[in-house]
């Protein structure tokens, strides 16, 4: 099961949106709606912001969005702050009963 | 609150073996798959093993034959027994909580370094 492809870097003036893709086959994104985000900083374990494509968990800031079509799926975030500085994977399940990652992308505010 | 709380890993000879352990309280950890995935230094996520609340297992083919996942709801613990260690199996370990397909609660992570 190859990785899940997402671009390296994704950058953005602070109040910007920049959107992550994360582009798998018909066997994990496209075949399923459990594609989940994750938010992880430096040294700290990944944080769930997004889960079943679309849904935000409790607390976690209306600026991130998730969505897909097809075989990618994609993280939005909208009016971009510091904060949001870090990096960014996706995952999704399989026709394998497994679960496979994507590559991540770390978001960098110009 | 829930916490989940990894242990077990270390330094390992190539060849060798190790057992991780996640010690998981705050909710009722009979009902929920729990997951092990890793991150090597400065690398992404990778999914290493799944465990369903009847026991079932299941792996990726990087480490199929060479790790066993279990879990023991009496403790509320799950293990990670891994054999054949390689070099390439150097990373952070973190245990993680499955809630509908999702990773919605994780622990700190525990290092196991592969090396001679």
């Known amino acids: 099961q190859s990785a899940l492809t997402q671009p390296a870097s994704v950058s953005g003036s602070p109040g910007q949106s920049i959107t992550i893709s994360c582009t798998g086959t018909s066997s994990d994104v496209g075949g399923y709606n459990y594609v989940s985000w994750y938010q992880q900083h430096p040294g700290k374990a990944p944080t769930l912001i997004i889960y079943?494509?679309?849904k935000r968990p409790s607390g976690v800031s209306n600026r991130l969005s998730g969505s897909k079509s097809g075989n990618t799926a994609s993280l939005t975030i909208s009016g971009l702050q510091a904060e949001d500085e870090t990096d960014y994977y996706c995952?999704?399940?399989?026709?394998?009963?497994?679960?496979?990652f994507g590559t991540g992308t770390k978001v960098t505010v110009l | 609150e829930v916490h989940l709380v990894e242990s077990g890993g270390g330094l390992v000879q190539p060849g060798g073996s190790l057992r991780l352990s996640c010690a998981a309280s705050g909710f009722t950890f009979s009902s929920y798959d729990m997951h092990w995935v890793r991150q090597s230094t400065g690398k992404g996520l990778e999914w290493v093993s799944g465990i369903g609340t009847a026991g079932d297992p299941y792996y990726p083919g990087s480490v199929k034959g060479r790790f066993t996942i279990s879990r023991e709801n009496a403790r509320n613990s799950f293990y990670l027994q891994m054999n054949s260690l390689r070099a390439g199996d150097t990373a952070v370990y973190y245990c993680?909580?499955?809630?509908?397909?999702?990773?919605?609660?994780w622990g700190q992570g525990t290092m196991v370094t592969v090396s001679s």
């Open positions: 079943d494509v679309s």
């Open positions: 995952t999704s399940f399989t026709t394998s009963n497994t679960y496979v």
């Open positions: 993680a909580r499955e809630t509908g397909g999702a990773f919605d609660m």
